[in-house]
């Protein structure tokens, strides 16, 4: 799994709901859309989680552009104030979105199966 955020904390806070699932394992944590790219590329995860809103290229674009580089990782964007739009998550490529605060263990494992099961 591969967590891009371009907060520290956040980052932190992914690691530690990584961490607690069972059956996850994290691949590695980028602070920007640009270096997900690369990371996708280089690491090839099953899963991303993006925030929707970093400097630079945005969760959305980023989305986009991990979907187009590596169809086979699934994406789940995040968000942190605003709400994730779901057309354009939608448009995007992502398989779902969530608020950051709602992203548990539990969560994450719910969403993983709902996300690959269709």
Same mark, same amino acid.
């Given at each position: $799994?591969?967590?891009? *955020?371009? *907060? ?5 806070? &992914? ?16 602070? =920007? ?6 990371? %996708? !590329?280089?690491? *090839?995860?099953?899963?991303? !989680?993006?925030?929707?809103? $970093?400097?630079?290229? *945005?969760?959305?674009?980023?989305? #986009?552009?991990? %979907? ?5 990782? !699934? ?9 994730? =739009? ?7 490529? &992502? ?13 994450? #494992? ?6 690959? #099961?269709?």
């Amino acid at each position: $799994m591969l967590s891009v *955020d371009d *907060d520290e904390a956040a980052r932190r806070a &992914a690691r530690a709901v990584i961490a607690a699932a069972p059956g996850f394992t994290s691949v590695g944590e980028v602070a =920007s859309g640009e270096e997900a790219i690369e990371a %996708v !590329i280089e690491l *090839d995860p099953d899963l991303a !989680i993006v925030d929707v809103e $970093m400097p630079g290229l *945005d969760g959305y674009e980023t989305c #986009q552009r991990l %979907v187009a580089a590596r169809p086979r990782t !699934i994406v789940i964007l995040l968000s942190d104030g605003a709400p994730v =739009s779901a057309p354009a998550a939608e448009a995007a490529g &992502a398989a779902t979105h969530t608020p950051k605060a709602e992203l548990t263990p539990s969560a994450l #494992q719910g969403l993983w199966r709902e996300c690959r #099961q269709g």
